[in-house]
C-alpha cells in the first residue's frame, strides 16, 4: 500500500520539536526503535462513551458526601467545568445532578451522529433532554428524569481524578466527529470514516441502503457514521449487514516502517470454533450489577474491518515473540497477549487496549467502578514494568454517549446530508468545503475526557490546547514516522498537538500506584 510523507524536512522538524534523553545503550535494551522523543513505548487505554462533564464536570471539588473521599493539591489549576449558574439555572430542561457510588450503573444514552447535532443546537446546548436523553431502561439502572445531564465526580471516579493530580489531564479534547463507537475508533486509527462499503450477509455490497453508510457514490461506497460489525471479523453477526474498509490506518503506516504495534481486546480469543472453524468469542464476565456481559464486542475493533489489518479467524500469535510483529495475527490480539508481553519483555512500541465490555465504561452493560478496577490493574502493572521510565499512557473515549457536556466544539469539517445532518438545521452542520469531498464526516464532536500518564507528564497540570481523537493519531506519526500522515482526506492533517502536556526537561521516575477498589493512592 502506497503511503505518503514529509520526508527529510518533516523528520527535522519533529527532532527539533522533541528533544531525546535516552540512550543508544538504553534503547537496545528495551528493544526500543528510533523516536524523535523520550517516549519508546505508547499505551492507549479506550475506553467507551463518556462526555467530559460527565466525569470532570466539578473537578477538583467532590462532595465528599459518600463514597471515596477526594482532596484536591492546593495549587489544582481550575478546568473549564459545571459552573454555578450551569448546575442551578442550566438552559436544558433539567439541571446537571450529581450520581452518588450507589448509582454508578445507569441507562445508556441517545449517542446517534444525528442526535448528537440536535441536542447540541446550533451551538445552544439546550437540547439534550429531548434528543440524546434515555431514562427508561431495565432495571437495576438508575433513570431519574434528566439523566443525561447528570455527572460523577471524584468519591466515584476516584482514580481518574487522583490521575490528573499526578499527571496531566485536558479540558478541550473532542471526539472527532459526531456519533457512536466505530466511529470514533476507526478515527482513532485512521482519522477517514469514508471508504466504507456495506456487506449482505451473503458476502455481497449493498448498495442502496442508506441507514448502513453515509452519502454512498454509484459503487456504494461512503460514510461510517453508525455501529454495524466489520466485515473481516469472524466473530461478527454476519445475518445483518456489516462494514469494509478501504484505504490506510495507522497499523499500515507502522508496519511500513517496522514499528512494532499491537491491538489488544478484552475476549478476542476465541471460546470455541464452529465445524466450519469460524471463531466463536462468548468469553463473559458479570458486571457491578451481577448481569453477565459478553467480553468481546466486534464493532469496538477498528482494524478489523480493514483486510489489511485484521485477524478475521482470532487467530493468536506463534509465539510471545511474535507480539507486535507480523505474523499469523496480523497484530490482534487478545488483551491476556498485552500483560503477557509486558511481564515477558517484548512490550511492542505501541499498543492499543480495550477493556472486556464490562469494564469498558459504557454505561447499560459497563459502569465507573467496573471501569476503575481494570483501569487501575492495568496502570499499576505498566508502572511497575521495566517499561516505566519510557513509557507514555494515553488514557481516552471513542465517542460522549449522548452525555451532557457544556462545551460547543469547534466545526473544523462542515456536513450537508440532508438524511443526517442536523446541527444547524436540516441537512446542515457546518458551513464551509468537507476534508476530500466527503460527507457525513462533520466535527469536532462532543468533548471526551483525556489523561496523559507518564514519567515525562506534567504534573498536576490541565492543558487547554485544542486537540481531538487523531491527536493520538498524530503523536504516533510524529514520533516515529517522522512526520508522516495518513492523506486521502484524514483529520490528521488538522489534529492539534499533544505536546503541550509534556515536560521532558523534568521527569518523575517515581510511581503512583491506586487501590483497584478505592482509586486511592497506596504508594506516591
Not at 493539591?73 to 450551569?86: E, F, H, I, Q, Y
Request: hydrophobic share 35%; glycine share 10%; net charge negative.
Amino acid at each position: 500500500m502506497r503511503v505518503f510523507s514529509w520526508g527529510a524536512l518533516a523528520i527535522a522538524m519533529a527532532s527539533s520539536m522533541f528533544p531525546t534523553s535516552i540512550t543508544a545503550a538504553q534503547n537496545a535494551a528495551l528493544g526500543a526503535q528510533h523516536t524523535a522523543t523520550p517516549i519508546k513505548h505508547l499505551v492507549v487505554l479506550f475506553q467507551e462513551n463518556i462526555s467530559f462533564d460527565h466525569y470532570f464536570g466539578t473537578y477538583p471539588h467532590a462532595a465528599n458526601t459518600d463514597g471515596n473521599p477526594f482532596h484536591a493539591k492546593r495549587d489544582t489549576p481550575r478546568v473549564n467545568g459545571l459552573t454555578s449558574a450551569l448546575l442551578t439555572h442550566n438552559p436544558n430542561e433539567d439541571n446537571p445532578k450529581r450520581l452518588a457510588p450507589s448509582q454508578a450503573f445507569t441507562c445508556s444514552q441517545d449517542h446517534g451522529y444525528t442526535a448528537e447535532q440536535q441536542a447540541f443546537d446550533g451551538g445552544l446546548m439546550d437540547k439534550f433532554v429531548q434528543y440524546t436523553g434515555v431514562t427508561s431502561c431495565p432495571p437495576p439502572a438508575a433513570h431519574p428524569a434528566g439523566l443525561v445531564m447528570d455527572y460523577f465526580d471524584g468519591n466515584t471516579v476516584t482514580a481518574l481524578w487522583n490521575y490528573a493530580q499526578r499527571f496531566a489531564m485536558s479540558d478541550n479534547y473532542f471526539g472527532t466527529e459526531f456519533g457512536p463507537s466505530t466511529p470514533g475508533a476507526l478515527n482513532l486509527i485512521s482519522g477517514d470514516l469514508y471508504g466504507a462499503s456495506g456487506m449482505s450477509p451473503s458476502g455481497h455490497p449493498v448498495h442502496s441502503d442508506p441507514g448502513v453508510i453515509g452519502s454512498p457514490n454509484a459503487r456504494g461506497i461512503g460514510t461510517v457514521y453508525d455501529d454495524q460489525d466489520p466485515y473481516y471479523d469472524g466473530c461478527s453477526d454476519h445475518s445483518a449487514t456489516t462494514l469494509r474498509m478501504t484505504g490506510p490506518n495507522i497499523g499500515n503506516l507502522l508496519n511500513a516502517r517496522h514499528v512494532t504495534w499491537g491491538w489488544f481486546e478484552g475476549g478476542f480469543a476465541p471460546t470455541s470454533r464452529t465445524v466450519g472453524g469460524t471463531p466463536v468469542c462468548a468469553a463473559a464476565r458479570r458486571n457491578i450489577v451481577g448481569q453477565p456481559v459478553t467480553d468481546y464486542i466486534p464493532h469496538h475493533e477498528p482494524f478489523q474491518y480493514y483486510r489489511s489489518t485484521a485477524n478475521p479467524d482470532h487467530l493468536p500469535p506463534a509465539s510471545l515473540a511474535e507480539v507486535g510483529r507480523n505474523g499469523r495475527a496480523n497484530h490482534q490480539y487478545d488483551l491476556s497477549w498485552f500483560f503477557k508481553a509486558l511481564r515477558g519483555g517484548h512490550l511492542p512500541a505501541v499498543s492499543f487496549l480495550k477493556a472486556p465490555a464490562y469494564a469498558d465504561g459504557h454505561a447499560g452493560y459497563s459502569d465507573p467502578l467496573d471501569e476503575q478496577h481494570y483501569l487501575v490493574h492495568t496502570i499499576n502493572a505498566i508502572e511497575r514494568s521495566r517499561y516505566w521510565r519510557s513509557t507514555a499512557i494515553m488514557l481516552t473515549y471513542d465517542d460522549s454517549d449522548g452525555w451532557y457536556d457544556h462545551v460547543m466544539p469547534p466545526i473544523v469539517n462542515p456536513s450537508a446530508d440532508p438524511l443526517t445532518d442536523r446541527l444547524n438545521g436540516i441537512g446542515v452542520c457546518g458551513h464551509g468545503q468537507p476534508l476530500a469531498g466527503h460527507q457525513d464526516r462533520c466535527g469536532y464532536g462532543p468533548r471526551l475526557p483525556f489523561l496523559l500518564i507518564s514519567p515525562y507528564a506534567r504534573r498536576n497540570y490541565v492543558d487547554g490546547a485544542l486537540t481531538d481523537q487523531t491527536s493520538v493519531l498524530r503523536f504516533i506519526e510524529d514520533n516515529w514516522l517522522g512526520g508522516e500522515r495518513i492523506g486521502h482526506g484524514s483529520f490528521d492533517t488538522l489534529a492539534g498537538s499533544l505536546n503541550g502536556m509534556f515536560d521532558w526537561r523534568r521527569p518523575r521516575f517515581t510511581r503512583l500506584i491506586l487501590n483497584q477498589r478505592t482509586g486511592e493512592p497506596v504508594l506516591h
